[in-house]
């Protein structure tokens, strides 16, 4: 299937199957899938086969280079059809006009329409016997008019240059896809893995059980994901993360699939199968998100299913009236009216959007940025807002003790107490507290953690809280000499915690996250496009002020709890803005999920498929987002000028036409023209955005 008509086409004899559950075309990749029961199988096909198409089951994707050596034989057939067609023209202008040289011209004519129509003539009849139009339709009747009309070396050509021209298209689009599942190829068939008796062999990637030791070598690349256990060097990531500068790795730090080891040695424990690599997750939602259609194809789709009707009908009229109400003679009336259906051909419209969607989400995914649907890749031009998180997005999220002090009349043991509460949780602060403190553990009851204020818990009889500035202000535990000391910390952006028992605070811990070297100039470069930025967060107000001001951001609203900040979300979006949320994906999937667009940090780690954001920036890097928004920007204006370019083009040859200047090979020509010229437009988003 080569369009969105004939997709059309195929739901329709596919529904009548009470029991197919799903319907998922993919008109790039030229397949259908769908959930149905094993005992409709070959009634589906059937009906498949006769609405015109060969289906072939695909339990496994074809490979490449059956792909490619398909394509070659194809190839080779349309050459030899042009080639056959230009010899009919030839005999056509050299040749005399005896009865014999004209059975010649049209047998050799006939040899080329067959050589590269067949399956246009299949389609087409099949298309007209259910009483539809589609492309295949309108030339299998514009070939066989022009054909009957004594126009056989035009028909020729015409047939032939539109079965190359569609040969053409299917490959560039087959280009903007594999941009993607190249990457996959990638990542080395084999790997290196450890015996064991100790020795290493070679082993298939595919073969390699999670938990294997794998070793590779420097210069080499990677088979599988896994975390480090021996070694140290310097990674370039640039195929999962699209970060092009090599990064540091050492013991406990993850490797993935595909990338290049280009220091030392490296040994890892395998931890994902070769199949489920964080790679070729990448690449699955790709393709699913490839699969998708976005607003703009919808529309595209619903005006070509108006517009190839109506020009049928005008070129009926064409072929009629005039010869009767201003006398022209018929054959050149009909003639006109062949030319027009040439015209009509909406392929170029139709295949103009789906090439320049998927160019779009491709040369993101090259960069790092995982769209998970062409709908994204529209609406990010629209926003107007950013929210962003700011521990793990707009910071580095690796909080560290940069200090603490024992209040007045307070002894060593409080470190412990300390220690131990902050022990028990697994949020950044407190592991950042236990981290920092070299003290003895103690045994804590009744230990609980108290959503956006701290925890609590009871040492040696005693209860204590580890707490924020908010929850000591709850407790009225926050002295004048108190609150100066902590304005200090804060004023530097530090989040602080303070010990405090029943009576008193008794130690405060200062704890300091560093601001990305990335997200200033992410904010810049947000702002430069029109887009607001806020900062949302759990921690104090004047922490968050102190950062925000690092990085350049003046709107801050802290002190939020999870719900609050996707209240905040609705509430910066309630002026009609489109409002996109940045966080880490972890605790923040609520609003991220509120979001128009949901961006989430730092995802070459997580669970791909499990993310609630809607766009997924694999490395850490913020200015992802501006780039997105770039992309979208750029992704939209293509669109609208394939629009612009596949419906010119036919306007203007629709006036010559009817003007009668306009021949069929000059028809055929712009529809070629016109199909190459939008889907070379689209494909020029994969060289990448600035
Ligand atoms: N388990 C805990 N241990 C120590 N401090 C905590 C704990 N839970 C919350 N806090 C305190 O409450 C504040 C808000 O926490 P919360 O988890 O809501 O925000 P966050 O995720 O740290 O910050 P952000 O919203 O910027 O990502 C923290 O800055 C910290 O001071
Ligand atoms: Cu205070």
């Not at 790795?249 to 280009?262: C, L, S, W």
């Not at 609406?379 to 690796?398: C, P």
């Not at 956006?452 to 407790?475: Q, S, T």
């Not at 029109?530 to 690092?550: F, S």
Request: glycine content about 8%; hydrophobic content about 50%; aromatic content about 4%.
């Amino acid at each position: 299937m080569d369009c969105a008509v004939e997709e059309a086409q195929i739901r329709r004899v596919l529904e009548p199957f009470g029991r197919v559950q799903r319907l998922q075309f993919d008109l790039s990749a030229r397949t259908l899938a769908l959930v149905a029961p094993q005992g409709d199988w070959p009634a589906l096909t059937a009906a498949i086969a006769q609405a015109g198409f060969a289906a072939t089951a695909l339990s496994a994707p074809p490979s490449a280079a059956d792909t490619a050596r398909a394509q070659r034989t194809e190839l080779w057939r349309l050459g030899a059809a042009l080639g056959v067609a230009l010899s009919a023209e030839l005999m056509h202008l050299l040749g005399d006009h005896t009865a014999l040289w004209q059975i010649a011209g049209m047998v050799v004519a006939a040899l080329a329409i067959a050589l590269s129509g067949l399956a246009v003539f299949r389609k087409g009849v099949a298309a007209l016997l259910r009483g539809q139009l589609n492309i295949n339709a309108l030339m299998s009747v514009a070939v066989i008019g022009a054909f009957a009309i004594g126009q056989w070396p035009e028909a020729a050509m015409v047939m032939a240059l539109y079965a190359l021209a569609e040969l053409i298209e299917a490959h560039s689009v087959e280009r903007a896809r594999n941009a993607i599942a190249g990457l996959l190829a990638l990542s080395p068939l084999q790997a290196e893995v450890r015996q064991a008796d100790g020795r290493w062999a070679l082993q298939e990637a595919s073969g390699v059980p999670v938990g294997a030791t794998v070793r590779v070598k420097p210069g080499e690349r990677l088979a599988l994901d896994g975390r480090v256990t021996a070694g140290q060097s310097a990674v370039d990531q640039s195929p999962v993360t699209g970060e092009s500068i090599p990064v540091d790795k050492a013991a406990g730090d993850e490797v993935f699939a595909g990338t290049i080891n280009q220091g030392g040695g490296l040994e890892f424990e395998v931890t994902h199968a070769a199949t489920d690599t964080v790679l070729a997750r990448i690449i699955h939602a790709v393709e699913a998100a490839q699969g998708q259609r976005a607003p703009m194809q919808r529309f595209v789709d619903r005006f070509a299913a108006i517009y190839t009707p109506a020009v049928f009908v005008i070129a009926l009229a064409v072929a009629v009236l005039p010869p009767l109400l201003l006398g022209w003679a018929w054959l050149d009336a009909v003639y006109k009216a062949l030319v027009l259906l040439v015209i009509a051909c909406p392929c170029a419209l139709v295949i103009s959007t789906p090439v320049t969607i998927v160019s779009g989400l491709s040369a993101a995914a090259r960069r790092g940025i995982l769209i998970k649907g062409g709908v994204y890749l529209e609406q990010a031009r629209l926003l107007r807002v950013v929210a962003l998180d700011k521990t793990g997005t707009l910071t580095e999220g690796r909080p560290q003790l940069v200090a603490h002090e024992l209040l007045a009349g307070t002894g060593p043991e409080a470190l412990q107490v300390a220690r131990s509460l902050a022990g028990r949780s697994d949020h950044p602060v407190s592991r950042a507290v236990a981290a920092g403190l070299d003290a003895a553990e103690l045994r804590v009851d009744d230990f609980g953690a108290e959503m956006g204020r701290g925890v609590r818990g009871r040492v040696a009889g005693r209860a204590y809280v580890l707490c924020n500035h908010r929850w000591l202000h709850e407790r009225g535990q926050c002295t004048p000499a108190l609150e100066a000391l902590m304005q200090q910390h804060e004023q530097q952006g530090r989040t602080l915690s303070v010990l405090a028992s029943e009576g008193e605070a008794l130690a405060l811990f200062a704890v300091a996250d560093a601001v990305k070297p990335s997200s200033r100039a992410a904010v810049a470069e947000l702002q430069a496009l029109g887009v607001r930025t806020v900062m949302l967060t759990g921690d104090n107000a004047a922490t968050a002020q102190a950062i925000a001001a690092q990085v350049g951001i003046t709107e801050v609203r802290a002190q939020l709890l999870p719900e609050d900040k996707q209240r905040a979300i609705a509430e910066l979006g309630e002026k009609g803005d489109s409002v996109a949320m940045v966080g880490d994906g972890v605790n923040d999937s609520p609003s991220l999920a509120a979001a128009a667009v949901g961006f989430s940090m730092g995802a070459a780690g997580t669970d791909i498929a499990k993310e609630a954001a809607d766009v997924l920036v694999m490395n850490d890097d913020l200015r992802r987002v501006p780039e997105t928004i770039r992309l979208s920007r750029r992704t939209h204006a293509v669109l609208w000028q394939n629009i612009a370019l596949a419906l010119g083009i036919k306007a203007v040859f629709l006036v010559l036409t009817v003007m009668g200047s306009a021949t069929m090979w000059m028809a055929v020509f712009a529809d070629m023209g016109a199909s190459l010229l939008v889907v070379f437009n689209g494909l020029r988003l994969l060289r990448g955005v600035k």
